[in-house]
C-alpha cells in the first residue's frame, strides 16, 4: 500500500485530533469517563483545577518517548503533536460550542465513535495519542492482536477503577462508550488488512 503524502499526514493529524477531542467533549459534558490516558485526565480535572488539557498532555510525556525508542522518531513526534492538538482542541471547545440539553446516553455513543474514528485516522498516519495505544500498538507488533481488543480490556480497567469516585450509571454510560469506541478500532484497524510501518 502506497505511503501517505507528507501533506496528507498532516491534514490528518489534524482532523484526527480534532475528532477526538470532539469525542472527549461530548463525554466530559455529560461527566462521563473514558478509557487510558483521556479517562485518567478526565477523571483527574473533574477532581483537581487543572483542565483535561493540561493533565492529558503531560501524562502521556513518557509515552512519547516510548514511541520514539520503539516506532522511531517520525511517530514519536507525529503523536506528540497529536497529543498537543488534542489538548488543544478540548481545552477551547467550549469558546464555539454549548450544549443546551445533554442527554448522557448520547454523549457516550457519540462520544465513543468519534474519539474511535479519530485514532483510527491517526493509526493509519503513522500517529497515536501516546498513552497506551503505544502499548497497544506494540502488542499488536509483536502478537498480531488487534488494537481494539487490548485498548478495550485496558479502557475497561480504567473505568472499572472510577467507581471509587463517580455513580454506577456514570460507569455504564462510560464502558458503553469505552464498548463502541474499541468496536470501531477492532472492526477497521485488522493488522493483515491495512499494514502501516513505522521507521526511526
Not at 505511503?3 to 477526538?20: Q, R
Not at 462521563?32 to 477523571?43: D, E, H, I
Not at 512519547?64 to 503533536?81: H, I, T, V
Not at 442527554?103 to 500517529?127: E, P, Q, Y
Request: contains cysteine; aromatic residues 12%.
Amino acid at each position: 500500500m502506497e505511503k501517505h503524502s507528507k501533506k496528507e499526514d498532516g491534514i490528518a493529524l489534524i482532523v484526527g485530533s480534532f475528532m477526538v477531542a470532539l469525542g472527549v467533549f461530548f463525554l466530559s459534558s455529560a461527566q462521563l469517563l473514558t478509557g487510558g490516558t483521556a479517562g485518567l485526565a478526565l477523571l483527574l480535572s473533574q477532581l483537581s483545577l487543572l483542565s483535561f488539557g493540561t493533565l492529558y498532555f503531560f501524562i502521556n510525556l513518557p509515552f512519547y518517548a516510548l514511541a520514539w525508542q520503539r516506532f522511531g522518531r517520525q511517530f514519536a513526534m507525529n503523536s506528540l503533536l497529536s497529543g498537543a492538538l488534542v489538548s488543544l482542541f478540548a481545552d477551547n471547545l467550549h469558546y464555539v460550542i454549548q450544549f443546551n440539553l445533554i442527554n448522557d446516553l448520547f454523549c457516550a455513543v457519540a462520544g465513543g465513535l468519534l474519539i474511535g474514528i479519530g485514532m483510527l485516522i491517526l493509526f493509519r498516519h503513522r500517529s497515536s495519542l501516546g498513552g497506551f495505544n503505544v502499548m497497544c500498538l506494540l502488542i499488536q507488533d509483536r502478537t498480531g492482536i488487534s488494537v481494539g481488543k487490548t485498548q478495550l480490556i485496558l479502557d475497561c480497567s480504567i473505568v472499572l477503577a472510577s467507581l471509587l469516585f463517580v455513580s454506577g450509571w456514570i460507569i455504564a454510560l462510560s464502558i458503553l462508550g469505552a464498548i463502541i469506541l474499541n468496536i470501531t478500532l477492532t472492526m477497521n484497524h485488522k493488522p493483515a488488512r491495512y499494514t502501516v510501518r513505522y521507521q526511526p
